[in-house]
């Protein structure tokens, strides 16, 4: 293989592994959502792109449950 082919193969292997990235469910919701404390209480924050943050007062909620559907339900849910 030359350079410039091994340089290709490099790129490929890149694109490859962002895509696979970006589409990981367990990824996706970690960037997504996250868990703060303020001023003692415990605040769910769901972020998107290009719109504002949602933010919940967990201690609004007695129970919490999830329902999903589709493939990567159970590892979004997780």
Same mark, same amino acid.
């Given at each position: 293989?030359?350079?410039n082919?091994h340089?290709?193969?490099?790129?490929? @292997?890149?694109? !490859?592994?962002?895509?696979?990235k =970006?589409?990981?469910?367990?990824?996706?919701?970690r960037?997504?959502?996250? *868990?703060?404390?303020?001023n003692d209480q @415990?605040?769910? !924050?769901?972020?998107?792109?290009? =719109?504002h943050?949602?933010t919940?007062?967990?201690?609004?909620?007695?129970? *919490?449950?999830?329902?999903?559907?589709?493939?990567?339900s159970?590892?979004?849910?997780?």
């Amino acid at each position: 293989m030359t350079a410039n082919e091994h340089q290709m193969s490099r790129d490929a @292997l890149q694109m !490859v592994n962002a895509a696979i990235k =970006a589409v990981d469910p367990n990824i996706a919701v970690r960037e997504r959502l996250s *868990i703060e404390c303020e001023n003692d209480q @415990l605040m769910l !924050v769901a972020k998107s792109e290009g =719109a504002h943050e949602l933010t919940y007062d967990m201690s609004n909620y007695d129970t *919490i449950r999830i329902i999903s559907f589709g493939k990567a339900s159970a590892a979004m849910a997780l």
